[in-house]
């Protein structure tokens, strides 16, 4: 049966966080964004809504909700602002996730509540500044001395890894040789402040300008033995099945931004007038608008999609990796778009779409770029490595 329309559950939730995003994040978020400042009043409220444990379970400080109903609240959060969005996404997907499903027992005690309930921020430092795509490439090392790990090497680009709510980074880092001569990769929990731990000054960036991003580095950082995540040498398994399920939730942000485009410029397209009519009256503008609906819609139900094999527990590395790529071509064509139909006004930064069109790039190259989806595809497909 094919069946795309939302729970109750599910409608509530999309409801409370549309009402949340236009109202408070709105409102504010250009400022802070203007600023490059991390907002955190609103981070903090995301926290008591519950955002960052909506797919944790209850026993854990959690929602006891599943990872379509995040998907939800991020589409809705991304449709008025990005840096928003994937504060979350990041928090979840990549802070919370590796947590919950590879920590053990003392591990799921000791972060999850905190990190559920939005007290502390977890942050996965898998990107290294020599390269992302091939991310089994890690140069970071971890040696086991007595009962303590230490960690030397550096990360690229971690988000939400320097702010004042962060409370530990996930590393994954060289622990030792396999014996067909390949790398043994191991994930280990890094909490925040630990000596030998440094987090570089913010990077400047084209977008996101409301969210953390910083370098990493770790020169003779020790933590205890038990704060290896899951077994020994599955740290290339993990951040695998972490980043397949992640590329989901960051559909569901691409998603948001090409239906925000949308929200916007139907007001627009509306209010603007040239030559004596309103620009939508002007067929060129209507189809520019009905192919930026056309995107936004398909890349959702590609994420749907994505998500419902997921949920039903069945394969969804292809769909995820097509919803991840429909998702970020929509975002950035409407992106684009968008902008044209605001004419000199879509270029400053006063309004939503001058920051949609600095946000959607990140999208193709972000969590796998579009390159790497492709390659992800054929390999589903069963063409060659
Ligand atoms: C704002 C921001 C936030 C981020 N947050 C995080 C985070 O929280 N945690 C984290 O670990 N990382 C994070 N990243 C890193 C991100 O995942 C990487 O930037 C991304 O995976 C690409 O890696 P790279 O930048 O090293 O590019 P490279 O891997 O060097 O790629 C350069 C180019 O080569 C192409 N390419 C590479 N290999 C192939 C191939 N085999 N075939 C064809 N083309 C290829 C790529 O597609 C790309 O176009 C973030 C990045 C940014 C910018």
């Known amino acids: 049966m094919v069946d795309h329309r939302l729970s109750e559950e599910h409608e509530a939730l999309r409801d409370s966080v549309q ?30 809504m ?13 929602m006891g909700g599943d990872y379509f109903a995040l998907c939800l609240a991020l589409e809705e959060l991304a449709r008025v602002d990005s840096s928003v969005a994937i504060t979350l996404e990041a928090g979840v997907s990549l802070g919370v996730m590796p947590i919950y499903r590879f920590g053990n027992d003392e591990q799921r005690a000791t972060w999850l509540p905190k990190l559920a309930r939005g007290e502390i921020l977890g942050a ?20 086991l001395d007595g009962d303590q790990w230490v960690i030397n090497g550096s990360k690229a680009f971690i988000t939400n890894s320097g702010t004042d709510l962060t409370g530990l980074v996930t590393v994954t880092a060289v622990t030792g040789q396999k014996p067909n001569g390949g790398k043994e990769i191991s994930t280990i929990i890094v909490p925040s402040g630990t000596p030998g731990f440094e987090v570089a000054k913010k990077y400047s960036k084209v977008g996101w300008n409301a969210s953390d991003t910083h370098a990493l580095s770790f020169d003779d950082c020790r933590v205890p033995a038990g704060n290896l995540l899951g077994e020994r040498g599955r740290g290339y398994a993990q951040f695998l099945a972490t980043l397949t399920e992640g590329r989901v939730a960051i559909a569901a942000v691409g998603v948001g931004l090409a239906q925000g485009c949308v929200d916007e410029c139907l007001r627009y397209l509306d209010e603007r007038e040239a030559f004596g009519r309103k620009i939508g009256e002007y067929q060129a503008m209507q189809f520019k608008v009905a192919d930026m609906e056309l995107r936004a819609h398909t890349a959702r139900l590609a994420y749907y999609d994505a998500a419902s094999r997921m949920l039903r527990g069945e394969p969804y590395k292809k769909q995820a990796a097509i919803a991840k790529l429909a998702s970020s071509n929509a975002a950035m064509d409407n992106a684009r778009d968008a902008t044209q139909i605001f004419g000199g006004y879509g270029f400053m930064n006063e309004t939503p779409v001058g920051r949609f069109y600095r946000d959607a790039k990140i999208l193709e190259i972000g969590e796998g770029t579009s390159e790497v989806q492709r390659m992800l595809i054929a390999r589903e497909l069963g063409l060659p490595a």
Do not use: Q
């Not at 519950?50 to 959690?62: I, S, T, Y």
């Open 50 to 62: 519950g955002l960052f444990g909506l797919p944790v379970p209850e026993e854990h400080g959690g």
């Open 124 to 143: 996965f430092g898998l990107t290294e500044p020599g390269g992302g795509s091939d991310a089994g490439s890690t140069r970071t090392t971890a040696v």
């Open 19 to 48: 009402t949340f995003a236009r109202k408070e994040v709105a409102p504010v978020i250009g400022d802070y964004y203007e600023r490059e400042e991390f907002p955190y009043p609103l981070v903090r409220t995301m926290g008591e």
